[in-house]
């Protein structure tokens, strides 16, 4: 008998909790989470669907279970992966490990470098500036969602990418498939998905009659037409159409869920409206604070047997890692429940970690910085319209956030 | 064809996103929480291009050795 197989024999496997641990509520991460943190940093979880997982909540094992060459994400699509989607995914980055990975996300990663971003900051201004100057011309009451959380990363990954605006309420629908759990039947969530492939299989043929056109889905095709061997047909449109949805239901969620902490926090508010400056380290805190994920999804499989805070996980074992439990552990960031926008040090994960960190990263940045700057500054007086009791959350969705903010100001 | 690369990452600019490390795993590690090059010069291979161009903060230069010519980033 080796020596890892003795070690395995004699760890302990605790029972299996169901996961996510509660119903979503708001904002709020579940007190579990710094329970097992102290406690149990490497607990055995039962999610809706699939098999039997490890949940990592330290941050350092989350870190090591994301970023760590010995787990992988390509091992999934042999498996019935744990997730809180009855559907699982086969295809695309999110299943692969490099190199197969590193050959998509370079062809992408490159559109979304901070340098290239920066340059699309006077325009994503421009397009706030202008929904604000229409919701305020509308008066209040009137819904950020609808008016400014919504339309604005849209449009600006509808131009990046080079899809209509015009188009937005179609595909706008179209995308909640990505994300959604239990909020839309399976057969319609099927029918959505092809409704979206077939859209951008459109533009694609589009790209090809005119090959000039300067965008991101110009250049997409360029690389596949260039050399077959660097991108499929399928990859190129689930590629293009999985960065128009992850472009709607991220960052159109969380400008809302930012406005909303930082409308409970009125304190840290005031000291932001009084110097803009803080937006940049205001929004990193925003990112680290809020728990967007209702769970942790997307586990990575170890490749060998590896140790990770105590327990010895076992080659072709799935571990979850949970980025809200990492981003409030309190060893790395110092009273982590509380808001902090002045914060120094905060290497959250709010992005994830390791090669699958959001290729978006970038641009989210700026246009929540962007979004935040904007809202604070031209709109003083930016209170919720209704009783915090009336506001809808989404639910059935990847993502917590509100389905409507009704707001005056 | 030169013979020899020389890695540069800027810490400054590293957000720690790992993702050279886990592209290149041979040439880059975490170190505090940055980015590293294992070694500084290192014989030419493509998947420290493959680091240089995913690093969303352009963090990672890859120049000659010989003549200092920037070879990654990309434009």
Known sequence: ????????????????????????????????????????????????????????????????????????????????????????QYSGMLTMDPPDHTRLRRLVAKAFTARRVEALRPRTQEIADGLVDNMVRLGPPADLVEHVATPLPIQVICELLGVPYADRDRFHIWSEAIVSTTSLPMETIQEYLNNLWGYIGALVAERRREPGIDDLLGALVRARDENQDRLSETELVELAGGLLAAGHETTVTQIPNFVYVLLHNPDQLARLRTDPSLVPAAVEELLRYVPLGVGSSFARYAKEDVEVGGVLVRAGEPVLGSLSSAN??????????????????????????????????QLARMELQVAVATLVTRLPGLRLAVPEAELQWKRGMLVRGLLGMPVAW | MSTAWRIGVDTSRCIGTSICAGTAPEHFRLVGGLSAPLADVVAPADVILDAADSCPVEAITVHDASDDRLIAPQE
Do not use: I
Request: glycine fraction near 8%; charged fraction near 30%.
């Open chain 1, 328 to 361: 409030r552990d309190g060893t790395v960031f110092a009273d982590p429940d509380r808001l902090d926008l002045e914060r120094e040090q905060n290497p959250h994960m709010g992005f994830g970690h390791g090669v699958h960190h959001c290729v978006g990263a």
């Open chain 1, 1 to 88: 008998m080796t020596e890892s197989a003795q070690t395995t024999e004699s760890r302990s496997v605790p029972p299996a909790r169901p996961y996510p641990f509660s119903v979503p509520d708001r904002l709020v991460v579940d007190p579990t989470y710094g329970e097992l943190r102290e406690n149990e940093p490497m607990t055995r979880v039962k999610l809706p669907y699939g098999e039997e997982a490890w949940l990592a909540t330290r941050y350092e094992d989350v870190r090591t279970v994301l970023g760590d060459v010995r787990f992988g994400r390509a091992p999934a699509v042999q498996r019935d992966e744990p997730r809180l989607t009855p559907r699982q």
